[in-house]
């Protein structure tokens, strides 16, 4: 019920601010100006663009009691009003309206129990609260001696319409204690050529500061053309994990002046390096369909810690892991290390120098993945240690047809011995 009593009490200071700001002058006696109504059959305007409000300006017959009363209803006349002549309307000045062109519509005379309507264009504010009171300004004369001007408010809503030029900010998660650069692609998405873009992008001044360009200008952009942008910018170490980007732009869409403003959320991770030392393969020169690892240490040396760390191995031609082919690592504290051990299978046919790549994933301060890929050297000599295994294997296993190769062997050497024997006694009994 309170809600209800505040939403009242604003409807009725806007219809009192409908009566305000009248004055009459003239000759005196001066008569009571005509009693008219203004009204609008728009309910809804949209934000950063130029509004054309249909403005009907009612002269009602005279009624009895105070015309400008909130409280009395009328239906008894005393007679016609005069004529409004030469009624002129515009925008009464006030944040987030502005009037467009001379800034007035001059509707002619209105002349008794009839209207007449103008098209009031007015340029509305891209950052103008949901529910408005538009100033409607009108000023006009009576009796053709005197004057009377008053203001006129009508409430209606705004929203966000189709906008024309529409602005991507890139990269949305910057780093905390770093230099980078910042791509601001800006599209047309109109029918017609956007001319006379100024734009600006503004950071809290307290976590980022512009090296570069921070107002960007550009002539024209037809429909459906993307423009790109770049400048640079250094995110303070202090940064919040999120804060906005405001975005704001003025152009013209033809011959009308339209605005865009826009909250760009963004983010701010703490500073990640992780350096790859100490690689080691183990042994130095794996045989080809030998099995052998890969060692290295990882250092961070940003300011943030990295979690859920893995090394995984990438695919490779002549490679395959043994048993997994990923180690999860963890979390790596800033200024800490970590050994990280990969065992992989070198195919029969692999030899010579291979560069085995491993992608290191982690999760930054914002929980967001990141991807980095480093490269191990590994040399594979020729020769197959599973041949030589097999070869080995032959030799000790000692079956049936060795030993028999190995006895006759053994009857062929003593047969030889024997019959040199014979020769050598045979030679002496020669003698």
């Not at 700001?21 to 008569?31: D, E, L, Q, R």
């Not at 663009?49 to 017959?61: F, R």
């Not at 080995?392 to 009857?411: N, W």
């Amino acid at each position: 019920m309170k809600g209800i009593g505040i939403v009242l009490a604003v409807f009725a200071v806007l219809a009192f601010a409908q009566l305000a700001f009248a004055g009459t002058s003239g000759p005196a006696p001066i008569p009571n100006p005509p009693n008219f109504y203004v009204t609008t059959n728009a309910t809804t305007l949209c934000k950063g663009q130029v509004n054309y409000i249909p403005v009907t300006v009612s002269n009602k017959a005279t009624t009895i009691g105070n015309p400008h009363s909130l409280n009395q209803t009328y239906s008894a006349t005393v007679g016609p009003n005069p004529q409004m002549q030469n009624v002129v309307l515009s925008v009464a000045p006030q944040k987030g309206f502005y009037s467009v062109g001379n800034g007035t519509v001059d509707i002619g005379n209105v002349d008794p129990n009839s209207s007449e309507t103008g098209i009031v264009p007015i340029f509305v504010g891209a950052n103008v609260s949901s529910l408005v009171s538009v100033g409607i300004d009108i000023n006009y004369f009576y009796y053709t001696y005197y004057t009377d001007t008053e203001q006129r408010n009508v409430t209606m809503s705004t929203q966000l319409c189709n906008q024309p030029l529409t602005v991507i900010i890139s990269p949305q998660v910057l780093t905390a204690g770093s230099t980078q650069n910042l791509t601001m692609n800006i599209t047309n998405n109109g029918l017609s050529a956007l001319n006379t873009i100024t734009m600006n992008v503004k950071f809290p001044n307290q976590y980022v500061a512009w090296l570069g360009t921070q107002q960007i200008e550009v002539n024209s952009i037809l429909p459906g053309q993307t423009i790109e942008r770049r400048s640079r910018i250094f995110v303070s170490y202090n940064a919040s994990d999120e804060f906005s980007a405001n975005v704001s732009a003025t152009f013209y869409n033809g011959t009308d002046l339209e605005q865009i403003y826009q909250n760009v959320e963004m983010l701010a991770s703490g500073l990640i390096s992780l350096n790859t030392s100490g690689v080691t393969v183990s042994p130095v020169a794996p045989s080809a369909g030998s099995i052998f690892s890969i060692s290295f240490t990882l250092t961070n040396t940003g300011t943030s810690s990295a979690s859920a760390v893995t090394a995984t191995v990438v695919p490779t031609n002549g490679f395959s892991s043994f048993e997994s082919n990923s180690t999860f690592v963890g979390s790596i504290a800033s200024d800490s290390q970590t050994p990280v051990t990969l065992t992989l299978e070198a195919s029969n046919r692999t030899h010579g120098e291979y560069k085995i790549p491993v992608k290191i994933s982690y999760l930054n301060t914002v929980r967001q993945p990141v991807n980095e890929t480093i490269v191990i050297p590994v040399f594979i000599s020729a020769q197959s240690l599973n041949a030589s295994a097999f070869v080995y294997r032959r030799q000790a296993s000692g079956g049936g047809g060795g030993l028999l190769i190995i006895i006759l062997l053994l009857v062929i050497a003593v047969l030889a011995y024997l019959l040199y024997k014979e020769k050598k006694k045979a030679k002496k009994g020669s003698k």
